[in-house]
């Protein structure tokens, strides 16, 4: 009895440990990632935008804007109501300072909590691309809403491939949540699952053709849109942005 209950200890004990170590390092690899955005100003095309959205909705709520009122919105403004709510507390400085991290730390987490799912495993070897894919494109544009939608639809994606009734509750509220930030992050989880869902079920030679049907419906996806909305393409823009040669 004596030894299985040493042995019990002695597991238990390995167990906290490996919990602590993890905790420590999760913790130092998240004030890593963090350090862009506290050594020099955060470059964000939109964050000038959000953060002035706040001053104002501030002024509004404050009476000093007659005639102005707040309309009330269900989705692109997640970011903005945090952003509002840490300006009101804390100013301006601090309000980006603090936002801006935390929607780093949910994006790059939950990123990689999907890969986690995904493979079964910790890669944490995909941590610097990961990093990288963090302060992409999107963070530099300053799309802080959709940037936070994409994260919280990423956490939802890993806990739906983590199975299990308590863990498909809270990836629908996520996915609710993401909603709120930005509606196109989680309607494009739902169709990966829907896709992953349906090809489990199918043989190799239909999983072929359920590709071949996505890949389509894409390329059709794009064509409607730039039919009916507005739309440059990267590509179009650098033609547009070229230099004619002087003659």
């Known amino acids: 009895m004596l030894p299985g209950l040493a042995e019990a200890e002695t597991v238990?004990?390995?167990?906290s440990n490996s919990h602590r170590a993890s905790v420590i390092r999760v913790a130092l690899i998240s004030a890593a990632l963090l350090v862009p955005c506290f050594w020099q100003r955060i470059q964000a095309g939109d964050l000038g935008s959000h953060i002035y959205n706040a001053w104002l909705a501030?002024?509004?709520?404050?009476?000093?804007?007659?005639?102005?009122?707040?309309?009330?919105?269900?989705t692109n403004v997640l970011f903005d109501l945090i952003l509002s709510g840490l300006y009101n507390r804390f100013g301006a400085e601090a309000a980006q300072r603090i936002a801006v991290p935390l929607c780093v730390l949910i994006f790059f987490w939950g990123a990689f909590a999907l890969a986690c799912a995904a493979t079964?495993?910790?890669p944490w070897?995909?941590?610097?691309?990961?990093?990288?894919?963090?302060?992409?494109?999107?963070?530099?544009?300053?799309?802080?809403?959709?940037?936070?939608?994409?994260?919280?639809?990423?956490?939802?994606?890993?806990?739906?491939?983590?199975?299990?009734?308590?863990?498909?509750?809270?990836?629908?509220?996520?996915?609710?949540?993401?909603?709120?930030?930005?509606?196109?992050p989680p309607l494009w989880a739902v169709?990966?699952?829907?896709?992953?869902?349906?090809?489990?079920?199918?043989?190799?030679?239909f999983r072929i053709l359920l590709m071949a049907a996505a890949l389509c419906g894409i390329v059709g996806l794009k064509f409607w849109i730039g039919s009916h909305f507005?739309?440059?393409?990267?590509?179009?823009?650098s033609r547009l942005c070229r230099k004619v040669p002087p003659p």
């Open 12 to 15: 238990r004990l390995s167990e």
């Open 58 to 74: 501030r002024q509004v709520e404050s009476g000093n804007a007659p005639g102005l009122t707040i309309a009330p919105m269900w």
């Open 120 to 122: 079964r495993s910790r």
């Open 125 to 184: 070897f995909m941590l610097p691309s990961l990093a990288m894919l963090a302060y992409g494109w999107t963070f530099h544009m300053g799309f802080f809403n959709f940037y936070l939608a994409l994260g919280l639809s990423l956490w939802a994606m890993a806990l739906l491939l983590a199975g299990g009734p308590k863990a498909r509750v809270a990836a629908l509220v996520l996915l609710g949540i993401a909603y709120i930030g930005h509606a196109l």
């Open 191 to 205: 169709g990966i699952v829907c896709y992953k869902w349906a090809a489990e079920r199918l043989s190799p030679r």
């Open 230 to 237: 507005s739309t440059r393409t990267s590509l179009t823009s």
